[in-house]
Nanobody, 120 residues
């Protein structure tokens, strides 16, 4: 299974900004969709933002603050996070859904996560 690698996380103060990036071993072809998820300590993983069929979707608490975009060179998502709050503290995961060129099946590629800590 293809594994992704996230980068860009770190420790920031409330109101700060971070840009998360995601990389795979090669540029994805036959792209189905992509998104960013996060998991806070003791909580379930939740969808933060996604791109599917040209449409973008955001979790309510990040609307107006986060922006997901496609990195066209890699066909993976970037996530610009502005106005960060302590509640945004979590491990953030990148996911890409793609169609395997050999089998035609839709597969999921995940990263191991990058930690974002928002604290003063």
């Amino acid at each position: 299974q293809v594994q992704l690698v996230e980068s860009g996380g770190g420790l920031v103060q409330p109101g700060g900004s971070l840009r998360l990036s995601c990389a795979g071993p090669r540029r994805f072809l036959s792209l189905v969709g992509m998104g960013w998820y996060r998991q806070a300590p003791g909580k379930e993983r939740e969808l933060v933002a996604s791109i599917n069929g040209g449409n973008t979707n955001y979790e309510d608490s990040v609307k107006g603050r986060f922006t997901i975009s496609r990195n066209n060179a890699k066909n993976t998502p970037d996530l610009q996070m502005n106005g960060l709050r302590p509640a945004d503290t979590a491990v953030y995961y990148c996911k890409v859904d793609y169609r395997d060129v050999m089998t035609g099946r839709v597969l999921e590629a995940w990263g191991q996560g990058t930690r974002v800590t928002v604290s003063s």
